[in-house]
């Protein structure tokens, strides 16, 4: 079983930054890929990064690309998404998931373990 609490949301605007964090629990850190997922309301979870297990390998949705970075630092369990530039269509709840193994990892539904998701809201 794998825990995972996301932080770091919150109110922003336009143009700025912010830095969400996702921590890591109940099985070794270092054995699970990771993604960052959105859902704004009425609209699906939408994959927004990805990262492998040892940090080597990213992809983004081609939206983030450019503004945002994912990372890990597999000593302290944790893995970030750093957002800039954010647009007021980047509000939404944001959620971290992991996967010892993933086919798809832009698809959510391939991931077993789900953060609580925390709001991200930008204003114009």
């Known amino acids: 079983q794998v825990q995972l609490v996301e932080s770091g949301g919150g109110l922003v605007q336009a143009g700025g930054s912010l830095r969400l964090s996702c921590a890591a629990s109940?099985?070794?850190?270092?054995?699970?890929?990771m993604g960052w997922f959105r859902q704004a309301p009425g609209r699906e979870r939408e994959f927004v990064a990805w990262?492998?297990?040892?940090?080597?390998?990213?992809s983004y949705a081609d939206s983030m690309k450019g503004r945002f970075t994912i990372s890990r630092d597999n000593a302290k369990n944790t893995v970030y998404l750093q957002m800039n530039s954010l647009k007021p269509e980047d509000t939404a709840v944001y959620y971290c998931?992991?996967?010892?193994?993933?086919?798809?990892?832009?698809?959510?539904?391939?991931?077993?373990?789900w953060g609580q998701g925390t709001q991200v809201t930008v204003s114009s």
């Open positions: 998931a992991a996967d010892p193994y993933v086919s798809s990892y832009s698809d959510w539904r391939k991931y077993d373990y």
């Open positions: 109940g099985r070794s850190f270092s054995s699970l890929v």
């Open positions: 990262i492998n297990w040892r940090g080597s390998s990213t």
